[in-house]
């Protein structure tokens, strides 16, 4: 089992940032990847950015440039900077964890809201 708590979001004016942490704890693997999805109103979840314990990364078109994603294997942490933030960025923001080693199993965190709005 492992436990995904989810920190940072809130409201944001256009062009702004946001910085999202998500920590897990529980059964952890050394061999994982971490990431965030979202959601918006009337839309399927879809991936945001994830990155492995190895260090590599992964991107959804609509944010390379502008958001970044960071991991520390040893407090076993993932950040998101989001910058230059849009409208169109506005959703639930959900932390995610699975591991090649644990084929099926996928935790999430409980969500956290993302708003941007002048």
């Known amino acids: 089992q492992v436990q995904l708590v989810e920190s940072g979001g809130g409201l944001v004016q256009p062009g702004g940032s946001l910085r999202l942490s998500c920590a897990a704890s529980?059964?952890?693997?050394?061999?994982?990847?971490m990431g965030w999805f979202r959601q918006a109103p009337g839309k399927q979840r879809e991936l945001v950015a994830e990155?492995?314990?190895?260090?590599?990364?992964k991107f959804a078109d609509s944010v390379k440039g502008r958001f970044t994603i960071s991991g520390d294997n040893a407090k076993r942490t993932v950040h998101l900077q989001m910058n230059s933030l849009k409208s169109e960025d506005t959703a639930v923001y959900y932390c995610?964890?699975?591991?090649?080693?644990?084929?099926?199993?996928?935790?999430w965190g409980q969500g956290t809201q993302v708003t941007v709005s002048s």
């Open positions: 995610h964890w699975y591991s090649v080693l644990w084929p099926g199993r996928e935790y």
């Open positions: 529980g059964s952890i693997l050394t061999i994982y990847t």
């Open positions: 990155i492995t314990s190895s260090g590599s990364t």
